[in-house]
């Protein structure tokens, strides 16, 4: 029994042998190209670290930094219940909210501005850039590429300019986001319409519609609803950039944010923190509804 | 009297419409007739200048409309109304709107994209819409309908450009025969009542038959057959549907001289 | 043009005969404004109040506008063609890019690793409790609110001017996203292999090591690939604030004026991001084949 038992073992054994030797040297294989990327991405890493003068050790020495500055954000440091939570004293922590609501208000008209005038543009710019109706070769390539240094220099860069050409204020900042929009819309709205049915288009040119008329009737309404989530998406990645804005003077509530935080006022910075946050999550709550309601509308 | 002279058109190596010359009195219903491929939409398409002529002349009462450019080209694109296989409507849209896109041409630009279409252009869409028996959903979007409401709505739209010449690309081939019928019917109906020449692209023998009073057939871009529909006898279109090539170049044109 | 357009059709004639007949018969084909058109009207009519309300608010004047619009014109021309004034500037602008990756670099790979943690635990197929995911979710999103600037800007007060408040700033800024998108990635993996595990009779933990991670990994990696061209757009601003990388050269160059050294780097900034975006996507392609 016993014997007649190990040889059909032994057997099978000497038929998987060639199986299990491919796996274990595809195991390997596998496990040498992993190994191979693990040490190139620690190698970089070193690199980086080194460039950036990152010193593992300022990570110890300074971790206490981080905690006692968190402390000091959310401790009260004057009022009657100075050294308390700041939450215990809301009218102390939030003394300046007229100040800040206000500022905030003008936040979001600089991104409201900046979206509207950058979509109004980002609409004519991708329909002109687009590759199947654009109207000339050479105004089509000027155009695209027009868009895309609007959209690769970031909108603080343009603000920084901006600030000097047009003096310190909201109008600078306006005009930054308006750009920045303007490339990034004009980039989607391009692929948008390069995506269009030309059945209604060519059913409008062969009316004789002049170029602007076959835009509006044949194209427009295809590419209206994506083109409407892609600027509501903007306006909220908008309203984000624009509490920066202020950073360099370009308006809004980043001006007395960088103020706070320059000079420790640590309360103030975590109210201003608060409400940024706050006025974000609620931003993006309703645009998220709206793009959504506009896809289902879009389907029905 | 519209006339084609030596109308050609070349895709790279490949000829679509080959040295084509046709002349199409006032008020002809003129059917063309083609396998697949042969090149009626390419003619047709030539004739509304979508598609560039390679070679040839197109004349519309002498005047030459071969090399027009911006608002003269947009001018002839509105006297010779195209009318498509797919209808090409703007399906988002309303039918209203959409039969008023053929007055475009008519008007500053701003009017029309601010919507303060004039009144007598809203009439002549609603009367448009009426005789071809849909002015019932006038408010309602193009893309709801049905393959044969649209192909009317399109008709109307062609109707209110106030045309000279009407161009017809298989109005019919993706309809059902009952509203096949319906479309060629108006075409017919619209040749007679306002005298336009409507030239029509069909794959229909027994509609191009009943409807147009002159066929011509097209095989390998080239015209191998000019005649009343009674010439077109079976063995006539089995000899054009079967053209080869090679025998298409060959065959010496058949013309029977239409009573005009 | 066509000859019809000069003496009226029939057609034309018929209809403007009957105008009052079309109208009686069809009211809303001859209302100016549809019950669509209608809504678009005041959603305009909103907008355009909101647009009065902004250019008033921000002070918004022509004038201010024109002017600024010259002085732009101007500086545009001081731009060309682009220069970085001597060779040793130029070699300082070249550290401060290379400077400006490292600190991309080391963000984006600190950010995931901290968010892989936070991810498993916002993810409603593997967190602890829903508690945790309702806590890891808020926290998340509170970090997403927060500019990457802003964080620079708090990280230099914590650890001082420099690149690694730079660093600090792009990982924090990049925590709340990746725990986003890993959470998302770990719900839509593919429940099969999951319960073939668990069938196995394969612990929790072995679940998400053998069932959910082998799916996720590639996509996560992706997601990793992608931030870190993102990243390196925004690491070549967070300088303006004195975390470190070109930001900082650049607003100094600008601050001062010196416009032909402005538009060299803006070039090289270009150049490096178009690179990184080459690089980046062909990667994440390899990636995604396999
Ligand atoms: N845009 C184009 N580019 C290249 N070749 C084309 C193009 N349009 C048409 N052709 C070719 O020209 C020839 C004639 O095409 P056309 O569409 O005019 O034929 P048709 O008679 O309308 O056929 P069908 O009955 O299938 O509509 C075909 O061989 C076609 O492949
Ligand atoms: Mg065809």
């Given at each position: 029994m016993s014997h007649g038992g190990a040889r059909p073992q032994r057997e099978a054994e000497a038929r998987l042998a060639p199986l299990a030797g491919a796996w274990r040297s595809h195991r390997r294989q596998r496990r040498r190209r992993a190994l191979l990327a693990a040490g190139l991405v620690l190698a970089l890493l070193w690199l980086a670290a080194w460039v950036a003068q990152v010193d593992p050790r300022l990570i110890w020495s300074k971790g206490?930094?981080?905690?006692?500055?968190?402390?000091?954000?959310?401790?009260?440091?004057?009022?009657?219940?100075?050294?308390?939570?700041?939450w215990h004293d809301p009218a102390e922590w939030f003394w300046g909210w007229r100040r800040w609501l206000r500022l905030l208000g003008d936040t979001l008209l600089m991104a409201y501005l900046g979206t509207l005038f950058g979509a109004l543009g980002g609409l004519l710019g991708g329909l002109l850039a687009a590759g199947n109706i654009g109207p000339g070769r050479a105004l089509r390539w000027t155009v695209t590429r027009g868009l895309?240094?609007?959209?690769?220099?970031?909108?603080?860069?343009?603000?920084?300019?901006?600030?000097?050409?047009?003096?310190?204020?909201?109008?600078?900042?306006?005009?930054?986001?308006?750009?920045?929009?303007?490339?990034?819309?004009?980039?989607?709205?391009?692929?948008?319409?390069?995506?269009?049915?030309?059945?209604?288009?060519?059913?409008?040119?062969?009316?004789?519609?002049?170029?602007?008329?076959?835009?509006?009737?044949?194209?427009?309404?295809?590419?209206?609803?994506?083109?409407?989530?892609?600027?509501?998406?903007?306006?909220?990645?908008?309203?984000?950039?624009?509490?920066?804005?202020?950073?360099?003077?370009?308006?809004?509530?980043?001006?007395?944010?960088?103020?706070?935080?320059?000079?420790?006022?640590?309360?103030?910075?975590?109210?201003?923190?608060?409400?940024?946050?706050?006025?974000?999550?609620?931003?993006?709550?309703?645009?998220?509804?709206?793009?959504?309601?506009?896809?289902?509308?879009?389907a029905a | 009297m519209l006339e084609l002279q030596g109308l050609t058109?070349?895709?790279?190596?490949?000829?679509?419409?080959?040295?084509?010359?046709?002349?199409?009195?006032?008020?002809?219903?003129?059917?063309?007739?083609?396998?697949?491929?042969?090149?009626?939409?390419?003619?047709?398409?030539?004739?509304?200048?979508?598609?560039?002529?390679?070679?040839?002349?197109?004349?519309?009462?002498?005047?030459?409309?071969?090399?027009?450019?911006?608002?003269?080209?947009?001018?002839?694109?509105?006297?010779?109304?195209?009318?498509?296989?797919?209808?090409?409507?703007?399906?988002?849209?309303?039918?209203?709107?959409?039969?008023?896109?053929?007055?475009?041409?008519?008007?500053?630009?701003?009017?029309?994209?601010?919507?303060?279409?004039p009144e007598a252009d809203r009439a002549m869409a609603l009367s448009a819409l009426e005789q071809l028996d849909i002015a019932g959903l006038a408010g309602q979007r193009a893309g709801s309908l049905s393959g044969g409401q649209q192909q009317r709505v399109a008709i109307a739209r062609a109707l209110v450009q106030e045309p000279a010449i009407i161009l017809a690309d298989e109005p019919v081939a993706s309809l059902d025969p009952r509203n096949a019928m319906l479309v060629m019917d108006a075409l017919a109906d619209i040749n007679r009542r306002y005298g336009i020449p409507v030239l029509v692209n069909i794959h229909s023998l027994d509609l191009a038959r009943s409807h147009c009073e002159r066929l011509v057939g097209l095989a390998a871009g080239r015209l191998v057959f000019d005649g009343p529909p009674e010439a077109l006898t079976e063995e006539a279109a089995r000899r054009l549907y079967g053209l080869e090539a090679a025998e298409a170049a060959a065959a010496p044109p058949q013309r029977v001289p239409v009573a005009a | 043009?066509?000859?019809?357009?000069?003496?009226?059709?029939?057609?034309?004639?018929?209809?403007?005969?009957?105008?009052?007949?079309?109208?009686?018969?069809?009211?809303?084909?001859?209302?100016?404004?549809?019950?669509?058109?209608?809504?678009?009207?005041?959603?305009?009519?909103?907008?355009?109040?909101?647009?009065?309300?902004?250019?008033?608010?921000?002070?918004?004047?022509?004038?201010?506008?024109?002017?600024?619009?010259?002085?732009?014109?101007?500086?545009?021309?001081?731009?060309?063609?682009?220069?970085?004034?001597?060779?040793?500037?130029?070699?300082?602008?070249?550290?401060?890019?290379?400077?400006?990756?490292?600190?991309?670099?080391?963000?984006?790979?600190?950010?995931?690793?901290?968010?892989?943690?936070?991810?498993?635990?916002?993810?409603?197929?593997?967190?602890?409790?829903?508690?945790?995911?309702?806590?890891?979710?808020?926290?998340?999103?509170?970090?997403?609110?927060?500019?990457?600037?802003?964080?620079?800007?708090?990280?230099?007060?914590?650890?001082?001017?420099?690149?690694?408040?730079?660093?600090?700033?792009?990982?924090?800024s990049d925590i709340g996203t990746f725990g986003k998108l890993f959470s998302e990635a770990i719900e839509a993996a593919d429940r099969r292999p999951q319960e073939g595990v668990v069938a196995a009779g394969g612990s929790g933990v072995a679940r998400l090591r053998y069932g959910v991670l082998p799916q996720v990994l590639p996509v996560m990696a992706g997601q990793v690939l992608y931030l870190f061209e993102s990243n390196t757009r925004s690491s070549t601003i967070i300088g303006i604030v004195g975390a470190g990388g070109i930001g900082l050269t650049l607003a100094e160059m600008?601050?001062?004026?010196?416009?032909?050294?402005?538009?060299?780097?803006?070039?090289?900034?270009?150049?490096?991001?178009?690179?990184?975006?080459?690089?980046?996507?062909?990667?994440?392609?390899?990636?995604?084949?396999?």
């Open positions: 206490g930094n981080v905690f006692g500055y968190f402390d000091r954000l959310l401790t009260l440091e004057g009022g009657a219940e100075a050294g308390a939570r700041v895309e240094v609007c959209r690769t220099v970031p909108d603080i860069v343009f603000a920084l300019v901006f600030v000097i050409a047009f003096g310190l204020g909201p109008l600078p900042g306006v005009l930054a986001l308006t750009i920045h929009t303007l490339g990034a819309l004009g980039k989607q709205v391009t692929e948008l319409v390069e995506n269009v049915d030309m059945r209604p288009v060519e059913g409008v040119v062969a009316t004789g519609a002049a170029w602007p008329q076959m835009a509006g009737f044949a194209v427009v309404p295809q590419v209206l609803p994506g083109f409407l989530g892609y600027a509501l998406l903007r306006f909220e990645i908008n309203v984000r950039s624009a509490a920066v804005l202020g950073f360099v003077g370009a308006g809004g509530i980043g001006q007395d944010l960088i103020e706070a935080i320059r000079k420790f006022y640590y309360n103030d910075v975590a109210a201003l923190l608060v409400l940024i946050i706050l006025t974000v999550v609620l931003i993006d709550a309703v645009t998220s509804r709206l793009r959504f309601r506009l896809l289902e509308g879009h | 058109r070349r895709f790279g190596a490949a000829t679509a419409v080959d040295a084509v010359d046709l002349r199409v009195p006032e008020g002809q219903m003129l059917g063309i007739i083609g396998r697949s491929g042969a090149g009626k939409s390419t003619l047709l398409r030539m004739i509304n200048r979508l598609t560039e002529p390679s070679a040839g002349r197109i004349l519309h009462h002498g005047r030459d409309v071969t090399a027009l450019r911006g608002a003269a080209l947009r001018g002839w694109r509105t006297g010779c109304a195209m009318i498509f296989q797919q209808f090409n409507l703007v399906p988002r849209l309303d039918v209203l709107t959409n039969v008023l896109l053929g007055r475009l041409n008519h008007l500053p630009a701003w009017r029309s994209l601010s919507g303060a279409w | 043009m066509s000859g019809a357009a000069s003496s009226p059709t029939p057609l034309r004639a018929a209809a403007l005969a009957r105008v009052p007949a079309l109208r009686a018969a069809h009211p809303g084909a001859f209302r100016r404004l549809g019950p669509g058109q209608r809504l678009a009207l005041a959603l305009l009519l909103g907008g355009t109040l909101l647009l009065g309300l902004g250019i008033w608010r921000l002070e918004i004047a022509p004038a201010r506008l024109l002017a600024g619009l010259g002085d732009l014109a101007h500086f545009v021309t001081l731009m060309l063609p682009p220069d970085p004034g001597s060779w040793a500037q130029f070699r300082g602008i070249l550290a401060a890019l290379a400077e400006t990756l490292a600190i991309a670099f080391l963000g984006t790979l600190l950010a995931a690793v901290i968010a892989l943690p936070l991810g498993l635990l916002a993810a409603r197929n593997a967190t602890l409790h829903a508690l945790v995911r309702f806590a890891a979710r808020r926290l998340l999103d509170g970090i997403r609110g927060i500019d990457a600037l802003i964080w620079a800007l708090i990280w230099v007060s914590v650890v001082g001017l420099g690149p690694f408040a730079g660093v600090l700033a792009i990982m924090t600008i601050r001062t004026l010196e416009w032909q050294s402005v538009s060299c780097i803006v070039l090289l900034i270009l150049l490096m991001v178009a690179a990184i975006d080459q690089l980046s996507s062909r990667l994440r392609r390899r990636l995604a084949g396999g």
